[in-house]
């Protein structure tokens, strides 16, 4: 099975930036199609973005999109979403998700998760 750890939370100032990452362990990183999903206080996790297996596709949600970047390096067994142009509603617990298929927005697609980590975006 995969294990997934996400690193690189904290706090930034509004119009600021943050990089994610997420290492993998335990499988073939390149056999797996990865997300990025955040969850807020009170609020169900929400897709934010992913990224096929070898990097060619990329989707996003419409709260995000111009902002944030998913990319991966499957040498390195790493997905990172860079986020640029922070804003107060980005604070949330971000958890990055591994799939066997497509690349889905859908968050039963998606069967290994990490612990998640904590971004705070102050005004």
């Known amino acids: 099975q995969v294990q997934l750890v996400e690193s690189g939370g904290g706090l930034v100032q509004a119009g600021g930036s943050l990089r994610l990452s997420c290492a993998a362990s335990?499988?073939?990183?390149?056999?797996?199609?990865m997300g990025w999903f955040r969850q807020a206080p009170g609020k169900e996790r929400e897709f934010v973005g992913g990224i096929s297996r070898r990097g060619s596709r990329t989707d996003y949600a419409d709260s995000v999109k111009g902002r944030f970047t998913v990319s991966r390096e499957n040498a390195k067994n790493t997905v990172y979403l860079q986020m640029n142009s922070l804003k107060p509603e980005d604070t949330a617990v971000y958890y990055c998700?591994?799939?066997?298929?497509?690349?889905?927005?859908?968050?039963?697609?998606?069967?290994?998760w990490g612990q998640g980590t904590q971004v705070t975006v102050s005004s």
């Open positions: 998700a591994a799939s066997s298929r497509e690349v889905s927005r859908i968050k039963s697609d998606y069967y290994y």
């Open positions: 335990g499988g073939t990183f390149s056999s797996y199609v």
